[in-house]
């Protein structure tokens, strides 16, 4: 008994060794997977949802933030790598990461931009600013963006005028444009009106008015000495509708027309000098609000200098061409009125010893024909 007990203790014993001596069955680490991308320009990262990966699983890989596929790439932006055994399988091996690099900013015209060149990785920024008389029109700061782009959109430098100071005692009624020859209203509170247009030195001209408080606080005397306190009161005066739209110069280099003046509904027509080009609105409406319509003062400019030069050149070109015709037609009339000499007389040709000979004759002789001279 004792006997059979000691096999089966040898049995187990042996089966434990042999256990022992196979090799065990090596999982996939996920140290394994990142320490894979010495092969590769850059680092991966990934969202690894464990340690440890089993023979058969996958798990996803993808360039590290600030980190993108080469241009020689074209598979899916996240790849699996599957475990067999003790060793990953990856999808696409030839996946190379590079890091994240904008292309220099655009310049600006009428401006700079700081830093103007150099390396633009993810997050870096660039400021843009204007030159003294432009106004920047879009985003003063550009970032880097993860996809090495640029945000926002190339910005602009345009001249305009200031935004307006806020009127005491009143409001200014603008559509916000802020361009040569855009007109702002100011409306005082106690119905006072005025216009300010936008002139080409980048100013509001003519100044602003000065509002009066409408709010005036007054001190009502008491009717008997026994009453020593005082009443303030508070008096509104509430501005009458507009009668009219504020008056408007004439462009310069142009003229304004209208029939009704400056009142309201009338209409007010611009036209520009010869040799001038009338830019903007050529009429404007007074609305009932004493506002014109649109709030835009149109401006006469005079045609590009290339316009003026390739004009004269024309000019001079065709000048020239009726000069040759005229010569040419004045010299071919002349030739023809000519008279002929008084001793001219014309030669008239006598026929020659040889004229009679044939052909046949000419080539037994074996000679050229001789020409007859006059």
């Known amino acids: 008994m004792e006997?059979?007990?000691?096999?089966?203790?040898?049995?187990?014993?042996?089966?434990?060794?042999?256990?022992?001596?196979?090799?065990?069955?090596a999982d996939c680490t996920w140290d394994s997977l990142t320490d894979y991308t010495f092969n590769y320009e850059g680092a991966y990262s990934s969202q690894a949802y464990k340690a440890s990966f089993k023979d058969g699983e996958k798990a996803p890989y993808k360039c590290q933030d600030g980190y993108l596929p080469?241009?020689?790439?074209?598979?899916?932006?996240?790849?699996?790598?599957?475990?067999r055994g003790d060793h990953w399988e990856w999808d696409a091996r030839n996946l190379q990461c590079r890091?994240?690099?904008?292309?220099?900013?655009?310049?600006?015209?009428?401006?700079?931009?700081?830093?103007?060149?150099?390396?633009?990785?993810?997050?870096?920024?660039v400021q843009y600013t204007c030159n003294q008389g432009f106004t920047l029109n879009g985003d003063a700061t550009r970032r880097c963006q993860n996809n090495a782009t640029w945000?926002?959109?190339d910005p602009t430098c345009e001249q305009r005028c200031p935004e307006p100071k806020p009127?005491?005692?009143?409001?200014?009624?603008t559509n916000r444009i802020y361009e040569i020859g855009a007109i702002i209203i100011y409306v005082c509170d106690d119905g006072q009106r005025s216009s300010a247009t936008c002139g080409e030195d980048l100013k509001w001209r003519p100044e602003p008015?000065?509002?009066?408080?409408?709010?005036?606080?007054?001190?009502?005397?008491?009717?008997?000495?026994?009453?020593?306190?005082?009443?303030?009161t508070t008096t509104t005066t509430t501005p009458l509708p507009p009668t009219q739209c504020s008056p408007l110069p004439s462009p310069t280099y142009g003229k304004l027309f209208s029939k009704d003046g400056f009142r309201i509904n009338a209409s007010v027509f611009f036209t520009c000098d010869e040799g001038y080009a009338l830019h903007g609105p050529a009429k404007l409406v007074c609305q009932t609000t004493g506002i014109w319509d649109p709030a835009m003062m149109p401006t006469c400019t005079a045609p590009p200098p290339w316009i003026i030069i390739l004009s004269v050149c024309l000019a001079v070109l065709a000048s020239l061409v009726l000069?040759?015709?005229?010569?040419?037609?004045?010299?071919?009339?002349?030739?023809?009125?000519?008279?002929?000499?008084?001793?001219?007389?014309?030669q008239i040709r006598k026929p020659g010893p040889y004229d009679a000979i044939s052909n046949d004759e000419v080539a037994r002789l074996g000679k050229p024909l001789p020409v007859t001279s006059l």
């Open 3 to 25: 006997s059979r007990g000691w096999h089966v203790t040898l049995l187990q014993i042996m089966l434990l060794l042999v256990l022992l001596a196979l090799p065990a069955a």
């Open 70 to 83: 080469s241009s020689q790439y074209s598979g899916p932006r996240i790849l699996n790598a599957t475990c």
């Open 99 to 125: 890091q994240v690099v904008c292309p220099q900013p655009t310049p600006i015209a009428d401006g700079k931009v700081d830093p103007p060149q150099g390396i633009f990785r993810e997050d870096a920024t």
């Open 151 to 153: 945000s926002g959109n």
């Open 167 to 173: 009127l005491p005692h009143g409001e200014i009624k």
């Open 209 to 232: 008015p000065s509002c009066t408080d409408t709010k005036r606080q007054t001190v009502a005397l008491p009717p008997s000495p026994p009453l020593p306190t005082t009443t303030t």
């Open 323 to 346: 000069c040759c015709l005229g010569f040419f037609y004045f010299m071919r009339r002349r030739r023809r009125s000519t008279p002929p000499p008084r001793n001219y007389r014309r």
